[in-house]
């Protein structure tokens, strides 16, 4: 996933949006520096707090995918715990 989402911000964006509203306007998903994605997906904005879809994108990104935490410095497990006082209050 880190290959398709280069960016972690694109990939919250199609985690919360899905196929619905998260695609390109070709219907395709993902880095379009890399060959675009097709397929389907439903949004989870409707059932998942903003806190929970950062929490998926920052497991998928790190512990499914492998990627280290220090290449997405201003978003990870790390500094997600760090705030997460302060999302709870949100």
Do not use: C
């Amino acid at each position: 996933m880190i290959e398709t989402f280069a960016d972690p911000l694109d990939m919250v964006h199609w985690i919360g949006y899905g196929t619905a509203e998260g695609t390109h306007p070709d219907g395709t998903y993902g880095d379009v520096n890399r060959q675009p994605l097709t397929g389907g997906m439903a949004g989870w904005r409707d059932r998942l707090t903003p806190e929970e879809i950062a929490a998926v994108t920052i497991y998928i990104r790190q512990e499914l995918s492998g990627g280290d935490p220090t290449e997405d410095p201003n978003f990870n497990a790390d500094v997600f715990m760090e705030n997460l006082p302060e999302l709870e209050r949100m």
